[in-house]
């Protein structure tokens, strides 16, 4: 009785695998396309150029990461790339990424932004300069690399240089921030995907983004100078300059732009004879030592509480 019993489980086990087999078959072949991307790398293997497999290497390429996007989701079905059975080159994929992609610069970012959207660093996006631009996540980063010249800060100045000559030429001067010793990259005062302070910065403004490191200058002072709580670039340039602590140009003339009762032509300035005998009144021609600096070190903001005139606002003490 009971080898009855096992013989008729046997039975029924075999007739369910037999009819349960072929859709099974058919799911798993159906899964190893859209998810496994057998579809792929039936051709792209590891011998191919370009090396598209080094994408395993990458975050984006984690199997243990359900997040890990497919071929297809990011180039298309392609069914026409994939099919194509000629002797020549078959027809491109349905969306490409290379510098010669016909598909429009929108269109490749919302690949990527179909992810990457949730991201606050790439939440102003849409409507930035680089996007009003039409260019897109691949005009800076490689996804298939291992390494991503955009993500490293050695090298993400050649990423940013490729298009941003002056800035180049600016790094290069006597005077700069550490960018090329690869101290200071680009990202640390810019959010290339956009933000809501002016040209991209970090901060709501330049000085917020430049406090972020010269904390010594935000104050608040007793005598506050308004270029400094207005616009570090009024004075500085912050890519580089040949004049010391990244200057626009050498005092006195940088104070003089905006000081002008304090100095005359250049023929008065350099007449070390000619004293004023009324300061601020009827046009000073004098700037004793021809540098500003000298008197006015604290030329960021001070605590010097004196309201003596001539005001010595800026000094030390």
Partial sequence: MKLWKKVVTLVTFAIGVAGIAPAFAADAAKDLVLKGDAKCTACH???????????GKTK???????????????????????DYKGKDKPPKPDVTFAKDSSNPAQQRSDVCLGCHKKDAKRSHWEGSTHQSQEVACSSCHTVHAGHDKALDKKTQTEVCFACHKEQRSQVNRISHHPILEGKVACSD????????????MKGDSVVETCYACH?????????????????????????????????????????????????????QLTNQSARPTSVGRNGVTYTQGRGC??????????????????TPQFMLR
């Avoid at 984690?62 to 790339?81: I, L, N, Q, V, Y």
């Avoid at 290339?192 to 040209?199: D, L, Q, R, T, Y």
């Avoid at 904390?215 to 580089?240: L, Q």
């Fill in 45 to 55: 293997d590891e011998a191919d150029s370009p090396k598209l497999l080094a994408i």
């Fill in 60 to 82: 984006h390429g984690t199997r243990a990461d359900e997040r890990t996007p497919t071929c297809t989701k990011c180039h298309g079905d392609s069914d026409k790339h994939a």
């Fill in 189 to 200: 005062c810019h959010n290339p995907h956009g933000s809501v302070g002016p040209k991209l």
């Fill in 215 to 267: 904390m010594e200058k935000r104050g608040p002072f007793v005598w506050n100078h308004a270029p400094v709580s207005e616009d570090c670039a009024i004075c500085h340039n912050p890519h580089g300059s040949n004049v010391e602590s990244m200057l626009k140009t050498r005092p006195p003339f940088l104070c003089h732009q905006c000081h002008t009762p304090h100095g005359g032509n250049l023929a």
């Fill in 293 to 310: 600096v000298n008197c006015h070190t604290q030329v960021h903001g001070s605590n010097n509480p004196a309201a003596a005139q001539p």
